[in-house]
């Protein structure tokens, strides 16, 4: 059973910085994608930032790149997501996902079968 555990959401001003952590347990996680998405009030889930099973691929929304940084640790099952410059607009549900797959790396909402409960991220003007 794959379980996955967010951590390192909470309230920051505009320009600010986060890291999101995501604690996976289960299987052996070395041919998983992982990645994180968001979900704002009224708003449908979205891309955030996903990261291959060996750390070798990435990929970011456009609203993110620059700021944010995705990696894993594998000897830890961990995949973080490092928050900078952040923005209002940033504000959102921020969760973790991941899927198995040794030979791509997915970006889409429905791609990944695995889900974390949620952090909320909370960025004020």
């Known amino acids: 059973q794959v379980q996955l555990v967010e951590s390192g959401g909470g309230l920051v001003q505009a320009g600010g910085s986060l890291r999101l952590s995501c604690a996976a347990s289960g299987p052996p996680f070395n041919s998983y994608a992982m990645g994180w998405f968001r979900q704002a009030p009224a708003k449908e889930r979205a891309l955030v930032a996903v990261i291959s099973w060996s750390g070798g691929s990435t990929s970011y929304a456009d609203s993110v790149k620059g700021r944010f940084t995705i990696s894993r640790d594998g000897a830890k099952n961990t995949v973080y997501l490092q928050m900078n410059s952040l923005k209002p607009e940033d504000t959102a549900v921020y969760y973790c996902?991941?899927?198995?797959?040794?030979?791509?790396?997915?970006?889409?909402?429905?791609?990944?079968?695995?889900w974390g409960q949620g952090t909320q991220v909370t960025v004020s003007s």
């Open positions: 996902a991941a899927v198995y797959r040794p030979y791509s790396l997915p970006t889409t909402v429905y791609d990944y079968r695995y």
